[in-house]
């Protein structure tokens, strides 16, 4: 009876423990403008790297952060907001791979234009660099700089235009069980 109580005040405990983050990941200084029918976004996620994370790095299992990047136009209608419309997106993929032979990292950007009209769509685009610095690999798996949203069949105007930002960083495990995706997310109005 005693240890069933004891249980039963302790679950709750166990179960929340891992959900809560010590250093939770934070998206700053979120920037956005209107350039040419595009969004220029830039922005970075505060503490996406922890020491867990690095750890997980070291081990040479690659590592995925996923930034997805939307321009929205809010809808209005008189008795009920409606919801957001996606005017564009872009998706950019930061992957980095540690080779502990030669102790370098292998890092990989691709950015895709996600659009409409799927047979019509820019090239994905690629960036490549192997670094020895820990510092650099921070840098290009949590800052974006200037990275363009649009889609080519689709004009950008009006003045409800938002960009939201959503980032993925990679999963993590309740009780070391259950899998979940950590995320952030972030809007601002797009200015010009």
Do not use: C
Request: proline content about 6%; hydrophobic content about 45%.
């Amino acid at each position: 009876m005693i240890k069933k109580l004891l249980l039963g005040t302790m679950a709750p405990a166990l179960l929340a423990a891992p959900l809560v983050a010590q250093d939770r990941p934070a998206i700053e200084d979120l920037n956005a403008r209107l350039e040419d029918n595009r969004a220029l976004v830039s922005f970075r996620v505060a503490g996406a790297i922890s020491a867990d994370t690095e750890e997980l790095i070291h081990s040479g299992i690659p590592v995925l952060f996923r930034h997805k990047l939307e321009v929205l136009v809010k809808r209005n209608f008189p008795v009920m907001p409606l919801p957001a419309k996606t005017l564009a997106r872009t998706v950019v993929e930061t992957r980095v791979e540690y080779d502990s032979l030669t102790r370098r990292y292998d890092l990989l950007r691709s950015i895709e234009h996600k659009s409409g009209k799927k047979k019509l769509r820019p090239a994905i685009e690629q960036q490549t660099l192997v670094t020895e610095s820990m510092d650099e690999v921070r840098k290009w798996m949590t800052e974006l700089e200037e990275i363009s949203v649009y889609d080519p069949f689709r004009a950008l105007q009006g003045e409800k235009l938002r960009v939201q930002v959503e980032v993925s960083l990679g999963r993590r495990y309740v009780l070391f069980i259950f899998p979940g995706t950590l995320t952030v997310s972030a809007e601002i109005p797009l200015g010009p």
